[in-house]
Each structure stands twice: as C-alpha cells, then as structure tokens.
C-alpha cells in the first residue's frame, strides 16, 4: 500500500510539470485580428498607367515600356512611434502589366499611421538559392542567374525609346534596359497610412506607383542602359522612392 501511496504521487507530479511545460502559448482569434492587404496600382500623371501605351522620358523622349517590375519586401505598420505589425517574410512583386491585390497577414485591429516597406530584398535573401525559394521569388527573369552573386533584380524598368524625335515609339527604335540590383540598390521607406480597421475586418492600403516620377531627370536617349548599381540604377532607386504612395 505505501509503495503504491508513493507511485501514485510521483506521477501527479510528474503530470502536472508536463502540463506546465507544454502550456500553449495564445494564438490571435478574429476577436482580436484583422487582414492586412495592400493593392498596387500604376499610374501616369494621375491617370491610369497603360503599359501599351507611349510616354515620354525625363528629357521629354518618347518612350514605350515593355516591363516595369519591382520587390517589395519586410512591410511593417506603426502607429506613433511603436511598430505594431512587422512581416519579415512578406514578399511582392510588383508589376504593370499585371496589377494586383496582396494579402500580407494578419494585424491587431486598431489604427495605423504609418507604413514601413522595403524596395528590393535584405542581404540575406538577395542571396539565397531562387531555384529553392517560393513565389514570387522563384522568378528567374529577376535574378542574375548568370552573375548569381549580385543577387536579385530589384527593378526591372525595359522598353524601346524613339531616337529620330517624331514622337513615334516603334520596332525601329532602340531598346532601353535598366537592371538595379546588388544590396546597395536596397531602399527603406516610410509613408503616411491613416487607417483603421474593426477586429474580424479588413485593414486596405492602396500604393499608388507614380511611374512619371521614376523617370523623372532620366535622358534614356543618353543612357540607355544601366546594369546592376551604375549611377543611373542608383537615380532610377531614389526616383522609385519617392515615386511611391500609399492610402
């Protein structure tokens, strides 16, 4: 009776730091959470950007596109000074000829002042295997395969630009390609992003890509090309920043 006294209180004991160890930590409920998502669109000079379309450069050349693509990454939502929702694993590809919506997770419902992206990739990921990674960073029209220590592509601005001046862009005219990669091509950003959403909700931003402003300053008649971080990839990152805006 005392050997079985003394069994049946080792195992209680043992219950209860086995329950105590293997608590489960809280996890959000729609009580609490909403859905982040974040449309990108592309525009002109307030209108609608039209990839088919003719444009015309900084230096007033007529120019057409044939891509315009970007990374987005490491998004974060602050409110005053404290970060409230940071996605170190949230990744977008951003491009005009295919606009769209992206569901970036889930946040604590309440109100948001500010919004923290990345243009490109952190180091680390900028230089990781892309035939082992997911999409959208298994694309191998954005990675230097050919280079692969530079990395990623970050932009990816391509397109034709009329050289004889009759504002007619055609299969004549001569191509222009500009590639901004290596990690000095990265950009953090901050911008102003007054929203709120109920718990079980959805929290909707809207980036606006102001395309007239990234080729704001750039003669491609001049240079027209740029690979990896010359002086015009770096003009064509900081004109990106500012190109962006959020609502």
């Known amino acids: 009776m005392k050997n079985n006294m003394i069994l049946s209180a080792a195992l209680l004991v043992l219950a209860t730091g086995c329950k105590k160890d293997k608590e489960p930590e809280p996890t959000p409920s729609d009580s609490t959470t909403a ?15 039209d990839i088919a379309n003719t444009y015309a450069d900084g230096a007033g050349n007529a120019i057409k596109f044939t891509a315009v693509r970007f990374y ?16 170190h694993h949230s990744f977008i590809l951003a491009d005009a000829a295919e606009e769209g919506e992206y569901t970036i997770g889930t946040v604590p ?3 948001y002042d500010e919004l923290g992206i990345v243009i490109g990739l952190d180091s680390a ?3 990781a295997d892309p035939t082992l990674a997911e999409a959208p960073l ?8 050919w280079n692969p ?38 950009r953090n950003i901050t911008l102003p992003f ?3 959403a109920a ?5 909707e931003g809207h980036m606006e890509v102001r395309m007239n402003v990234i080729v704001s300053g750039v003669d491609m008649l001049t240079t027209q090309s740029g690979m990896g971080y010359e002086a015009i990839n770096a003009q064509l990152m900081d004109n990106l920043t500012t190109a962006l805006e959020v609502e």
């Open 35 to 49: 859905t982040f998502r974040l449309g990108i669109g592309f525009h002109w000079q307030g209108d609608d950007f």
């Open 194 to 196: 007054n929203a709120s």
């Open 109 to 111: 419902a309440g109100s």
């Open 125 to 127: 990921t900028n230089h």
């Open 72 to 87: 987005l990454s490491e998004t974060h939502l602050n409110n005053g000074a404290s970060t409230i929702a940071d996605f």
């Open 138 to 145: 298994n694309d191998p029209d954005m990675h230097w395969s």
């Open 199 to 203: 718990a079980g909700g959805i929290l």
């Open 149 to 186: 220590e530079v990395g990623y592509k970050f932009l990816v601005l391509e397109g034709r630009i009329d050289d004889d001046g009759n504002g007619v862009v055609d299969d004549n005219d001569p191509v222009f390609t500009y590639h901004c990669a290596t990690d000095d091509a990265l």
